[in-house]
């Protein structure tokens, strides 16, 4: 639906982890509809700030939900409205959090241990992680685009830098079993997220060379230093170019 989620279902109730666009909402229920026995979902987590994960949250609070996010997704929705890739616009009352947190929560529901941590000025602002340690698997939100180059939103909260400590805070938490969810991207391992930040430290070293030799931003993508990795990572929304850009302004 544009973005992955996690449902998680027992005897506590259903709980969601992100929420996607309104376009593909009737397919997010109808899926849920089919997974799940219950009538509604009883738990809301949104993983970050962008509307890809958190636009429907006004419908499933209108059906009883409660919502849990990070500070920074509640102000920036209330204060700011919904961020998307094409802007901002209003976000009703019905769509920001009833529960938030500054570092970290934990939810003890369905049996399982639900840790929820802030990975601090990386993909955004408002970054969290969900990690269940009874079932060894994590949804890590936009911190892996897993085989895409990511996108780092420099105008609300995001960091080059910080989105790599954030992966390698998340590498050093989980194993080679672990079941990571990426927020874009197929299912994912640990080794799909260590190739991913690998991938990103080399391509802030060759875009912070040719920053340091004085090149503007248009001359270091008129020498396309990331070239080698273009037929693999390039993709519509983060193109070859977009994410030259966006590494050398966040140096």
Known sequence: TGGNHLL?????????????????ADMLIATI?????EDEVD?????HLHADHVANNGFFADEGATIIAHQGTYDTLKN???????GVSDAGEN??????FSQSMTLYLNGLTIELSHIPNAHTLSDIIVYIPEKNMIHVGDMLFNGIFP??????????DGYIAGQKQILDMIDDETKVVAGHGPFASKAD???????LVDARSIIAMHKNKGKSEDEVVE??????YHDDWNWGFITTERMTRQVYRGL
């Open 223 to 228: 020498a396309n230093p990331l070239k080698k």
């Open 95 to 100: 769509m920001l959090p009833h529960v938030v």
């Open 151 to 160: 996108f780092i939103d420099l105008n609300n909260g995001g960091d080059v």
């Open 33 to 37: 509809d089919d997974l799940v026995d």
């Open 43 to 47: 738990f809301l987590i949104n993983t």
């Open 8 to 24: 998680i279902s027992g005897d506590d109730g259903v709980i969601l982890v992100d929420t996607s666009m309104p376009d593909y």
């Open 193 to 199: 997220l260590k190739k991913a930040h690998d991938m």
């Open 80 to 86: 700011k409205g919904l961020v998307s890739g094409g």
